[in-house]
């Protein structure tokens, strides 16, 4: 008995020596993917680009905050993770980072102080970020961002997701290696490739977290890439599929939505549309065909060549068009005797996305086959239907088109009954969904609404000029 004591206690001692290791051991951190001079220095308005395709405005400038000064709220599954400030300001932002220290922030998601940085940083993309990016992202930080003195909140995370040291052994199993390698025989579908699965990190949305919460694949190479994901409850569509919007839409469609946030399909909201105003408006046009090609060929039933677009017209208007189905059939009816879903539809949805669903070309989107509409979670649009949204303002089309909620008049069960209508209406063929799935949402969406006496009814939009 005695020796077994011992040996249990020499089992602990040790367990507590190699944890003492694991947390207290320095960290290594990645160096240059590319062989550089000393000396080199990126052209004008390179890092300026550089910030732009790695979309860092999006996460480190909070909702009426100072520019990259950090504090935007990032849900998690763990809980809620606030971006930090990377203006250089030495106190509270990046001012005092030598460039391998703001390397190993991107590709390793270690701080300057040696603490790990939580995942909602995509370092694990940006190790695929290239030597000259990594430098002309550094001297745009030091030397063009204004320094912003700005403390952001504490991490709101329960123990043990509050102990950095954890992510150690998240980084083992989770990170891929560094460094981006080109895997096609033209350069165009190379630079597309780097700019999604490196700078871009699409990934980090677009594609299904595995057991550890980690990116199931971070390239073409792994077959779940960019195969659909979620982010605080909006489905991230799947990109691959041969039902998937870059494939089955016209490459001229697909850099429409890229880069206003509107198509004659469909729209962008939720947390995209923070990529389109922070990131993809600003593509040059080489660079946003590039992408274009590399997701059209990356295709599951196309990957060795170009799939087959559908046809259509992009000059075509969707009054012109009207596609007859049972479901426009039976809205057009007004039949007293139809189903509550369809009722609701006809009062709260018909005079925007009308009897065919088609709606109206780069103003109110398509609900037949609409990705959202069709997700197997139907989170994204139970929150459009309660909550509504407003699209992105870019360059080439300032307007702001907003959704209204209609958390204020319908309730759980009508929400329900509506969502259901919609999902299984003309092409689509998606689930049921039940007033639990919508008291859940608005149990979480509490406080979003705010004077329902005043907010817009059904039928309304708002246009509104970028600042």
Same mark, same amino acid.
């Given at each position: ?11 602990v001692?040790?367990?507590f020596?190699?944890?003492?290791l /694991?947390?207290l051991?320095?960290v290594?951190r990645?160096g240059?993917?590319?062989?550089l001079?000393p000396?080199?220095e990126?052209?004008e308005g390179?890092?300026?680009y550089a910030?732009r395709?790695a979309?860092?405005?999006?996460c $480190?400038t909070?909702?009426d905050g ?5 504090g935007?709220p990032?849900?998690s599954?763990v809980?809620?993770i606030y ?9 509270t ?8 220290? /703001? ?7 270690i ?9 909602a940083?995509?370092?694990?993309n940006?190790r695929?970020i290239?030597?000259?990016d990594v430098?002309?992202l550094y001297?745009?930080?030091t030397?063009?961002?204004e ?6 909140p ?5 123990? #043990?997701?509050n102990?950095r ?6 980084n083992?199993?989770g990170?891929?290696?560094?460094g981006?390698?080109?895997m096609?025989?033209d350069d165009?579908?190379n630079?597309?490739?780097?700019i ?9 949305c677009h594609?299904p977290?595995n ?5 199931d694949g971070?390239t073409?190479r792994?077959?779940? /890439?960019?195969?659909?994901g979620e982010?605080d409850?909006?489905?991230a ?7 998937s919007? #870059?494939q089955?839409?016209?490459p001229?469609q ?7 946030g509107?198509?004659?399909h469909?729209s962008?909201v939720g947390?995209m549309?923070l990529?389109v105003e922070d990131?993809?408006?600003?593509l040059?046009?080489d ?9 059209? $060929? ?5 990957a ?8 259509e ?5 969707k009054?012109?068009?009207f596609v ?6 039976l809205?057009?009816?007004a039949d #007293?005797? *139809?189903s ?5 539809y ?6 925007c996305?009308?009897?065919d669903g088609?709606?109206?070309n780069e103003?109110?989107p398509?609900l ?15 929150h459009m239907?309660?909550y509504g949204?407003?699209?992105?303002s870019?360059?080439?089309r300032?307007m702001?088109l ?5 958390a204020?008049?319908l309730s759980?069960?009508?929400v329900?009954?509506?969502?259901t209508?919609v999902r299984s209406?003309w092409s689509?063929n998606?689930g049921a969904?039940s ?5 859940? *949402? ?8 705010e004077?329902?006496d005043?907010a ?12």
């Amino acid at each position: 008995m005695k020796t077994f004591l011992r040996i249990v206690l020499v089992l602990v001692i040790l367990g507590f020596v190699g944890l003492a290791l /694991f947390i207290l051991v320095p960290v290594q951190r990645t160096g240059p993917q590319q062989a550089l001079a000393p000396d080199w220095e990126p052209a004008e308005g390179e890092g300026y680009y550089a910030m732009r395709l790695a979309d860092c405005a999006a996460c $480190h400038t909070a909702e009426d905050g100072e520019q990259f000064a950090g504090g935007r709220p990032i849900e998690s599954p763990v809980g809620t993770i606030y971006s930090s400030n990377i203006t250089p300001e030495p106190d509270t932002g990046i001012g005092g980072y030598t460039l391998d220290e /703001f390397r190993a922030a991107l590709y390793d998601g270690i701080r300057q102080d040696g603490a790990h940085l939580y995942p909602a940083m995509p370092y694990d993309n940006y190790r695929l970020i290239s030597e000259t990016d990594v430098r002309a992202l550094y001297q745009y930080f030091t030397e063009e961002v204004e320094a912003v003195h700005n403390v952001v909140p504490e991490n709101d995370l329960p123990f #043990p997701f509050n102990q950095r040291w954890g992510l150690r052994a998240w980084n083992w199993v989770g990170l891929p290696d560094a460094g981006f390698t080109p895997m096609f025989e033209d350069d165009v579908l190379n630079r597309g490739a780097y700019i999604v699965e490196g700078p871009g990190h699409c990934g980090a949305c677009h594609t299904p977290r595995n057991v550890i919460f980690g990116q199931d694949g971070f390239t073409a190479r792994d077959a779940r /890439f960019l195969t659909g994901g979620e982010i605080d409850g909006w489905t991230a569509p799947d990109l691959r599929g041969p039902d998937s919007p #870059p494939q089955r839409w016209e490459p001229e469609q697909l850099a429409r939505i890229l880069a206003t946030g509107r198509n004659v399909h469909a729209s962008i909201v939720g947390e995209m549309k923070l990529v389109v105003e922070d990131s993809l408006q600003h593509l040059t046009p080489d660079d946003m065909a590039a992408v274009v090609a590399y997701l059209r $060929h990356i295709g599951r039933e196309g990957a060795a060549g170009d799939p087959a677009p559908v046809a259509e017209d992009p000059d075509a208007t969707k009054l012109e068009t009207f596609v007859e189905s049972e479901t426009s059939v039976l809205l057009t009816s007004a039949d #007293p005797q *139809m189903s509550l879903g369809a009722r609701l539809y006809l009062d709260n949805c018909n005079a925007c996305h009308f009897v065919d669903g088609r709606g109206a070309n780069e103003v109110f989107p398509e609900l037949d086959g609409n990705h959202l509409v069709n997700a197997e979670l139907p989170t994204g649009l139970i929150h459009m239907i309660m909550y509504g949204d407003t699209l992105p303002s870019t360059e080439e089309r300032p307007m702001r088109l907003e959704m209204p909620g209609f958390a204020h008049r319908l309730s759980d069960e009508e929400v329900a009954e509506l969502a259901t209508f919609v999902r299984s209406a003309w092409s689509n063929n998606a689930g049921a969904v039940s007033a639990e799935d919508v008291t859940d *949402m608005r149990e979480d969406g509490e406080g979003r609404i705010e004077g329902a006496d005043v907010a817009p009814q059904a039928g309304q939009f708002v246009m509104e000029q970028a600042e």
